[in-house]
């Protein structure tokens, strides 16, 4: 059976103080409790390895929002996939819209970055989503297809360890949600995909999560969906309270 996941991507709004006052909270907001999904926060890298070891114990997996498409060496400025992995954590973000959008990040560099991760242990959170333009041209479909091809590139025993997720980036800040209904109907496009790329239980076995404006008021409606199975949560995902919200859609 696959995951329910809610995971927050904090994105560049936390200071390593702020991050683990957050990751605290977090903890102390779960306590005591047994969320019906896994929990995961991935966090800007200078607070990766302090939140691993704030929420060590508890159900609470830590992630990075990226990691590079090299291995190691002279490459001022990035962080592999091995830095993040000796952290603790055990996630990934990988092919963010905003990395798409400002980094230029293309399926030939997503494809490195999915191996390295992979082979450093990290479980990669891909994310696909079409632009505003690609939605109201009813292209969007092709346009996700497309950049699933580079999940696609993986043996089935990689896919398997991957997680995906369905960000259309018109909803991304933007408080304008995809309805449930739209979210349903690319996530089982996707995950027809799947099945035709690989086979029927890959997909089935595979978590597709929803990302943009999900909060704690749209998420039932959202996780009610056959084919979604959790969120990636942005601006809902800084305050332990909020998150909380979303965690316990999954009842
Ligand atoms: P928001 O929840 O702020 O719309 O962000 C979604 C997102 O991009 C998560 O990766």
Redesign the pocket.
Known sequence: MRKKIVAG?WKMNTTLQEGIALANDLKNALAGKTPKCDVVVCTPYISVAAVAETVKGSVIGVGAEDCSANEKGAFTGEVSASMVASTGAKYCILG?SERRQYHGEDNALLIKKLNLALANGLTPIF?VGEVKEEREANTFKSVIEGQMAAVYTLSAADFAKVVIAY?PVW???TGLTATSAQAQEVHASIRASIAAKYDKATAENTSILY????KGSNAPELFAQPDIDGG?????ALKAADFMQIIEAWK
């Open positions: 991507n963010h994310c960000e909803a991304i800040g990302g943009g404006s999900c990636l949560i942005g601006g809902a």
